[in-house]
């Protein structure tokens, strides 16, 4: 009886959010896979008028290739409703009136960041910034190097260590962190998940109460702890890399936990 009514309690908190934040990798798909139903919960939640937002810590491909990497798995997104960790990477950049950068990142990345106005370069940067470098080579590892031992100011866009991929996990943006921490003691300064502010800038866009949304993630680490922090519902899917013995282990915890996000379709309907 007393989990009925706490059921009714949680389908009730969900029914009336207004706005759904979706994490991707482990989330919502695999790769180039999306998961069974994910469409069909999307446009449900469409159709009771909830916002919908991707967030991605992926810093891999610019924003112009995520979105077409989205429209070709049929969540057709713009630029309105995908936050990647790159953006408020930028946002700081631009901020501080930085100009020269130095760049551990792909050239879909350099793209976005040559666009947004800066000059990537290794001659004289005024600062490293760190993201997932799908093309890293030793000798970007050495540059960087030097540039720490200069004490060159040092940021990076995201802290994820491990990707998920279909064959399993490859090294993310925090395994690069750890090695070069390992070569230089250095530790770069961080965005993207688990900063709240990846959710909270949106929020106040949209003049959105956190109350009223939701986040939903397969990661304690960034996207339940930063959905914490900003005072958003958390629902953690175990279609990624959390189990419920790491949940019960962990000081994290979110507020509702879901098989897959899938399961969303039932208790909304
Ligand atoms: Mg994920």
Not at 155 to 162: G, Q
Not at 182 to 205: D, H, Q, S, V, W
Request: some cysteine.
């Amino acid at each position: 009886m007393e989990t009925k009514t706490k059921f009714n309690e949680i389908f009730e908190l969900l029914r009336n959010k207004q706005i759904y934040f979706f994490d991707l990798d482990g989330t919502l798909y695999l790769e180039d896979l999306l998961f069974d139903g994910i469409l069909s919960l999307i446009n449900k939640l469409k159709s009771f008028q909830k916002k919908i937002c991707f967030l991605s810590n992926n810093s891999s491909i610019s924003t112009k290739e995520y979105i077409l990497k989205l429209e070709q798995l049929g969540l057709v997104t713009d630029f309105e409703n995908i936050i990647l960790s790159t953006h408020p990477t930028i946002q700081y950049l631009k901020e501080k009136k930085i100009k020269k950068i130095y760049l551990l990142g792909t050239k879909s990345l350099q793209s976005e960041f040559i666009e947004k106005g800066f000059e990537i370069t290794d001659k004289d940067p005024e600062i490293i910034v760190l993201g997932f470098d799908k093309e890293l080579t030793y000798e970007k590892l050495v540059k960087a190097s030097y540039f720490l031992q200069d004490n060159l100011p040092y940021i990076a866009t995201h802290p994820d260590k491990v990707c998920p991929t279909k064959r399993g996990y490859i090294p993310d943006a925090g395994a690069i962190i750890s090695l070069l921490n390992e070569a230089t003691g250095k530790r770069p300064k961080i965005f993207g998940k688990p900063n709240k502010e990846m959710l909270l800038f949106k929020l106040r866009e949209l003049k959105i109460s956190p109350k009223d949304a939701v986040i939903v993630g397969d990661r304690l680490y960034t996207d339940i702890k930063m959905g914490k922090e900003a005072g958003v519902t958390t629902i953690c899917v175990l279609s990624g890399e959390t189990s419920r013995e790491m949940i019960e282990k962990s000081e994290i915890k979110p507020d509702i936990i879901l098989n897959k996000a899938t399961d969303l379709i039932n208790i909304i309907k």
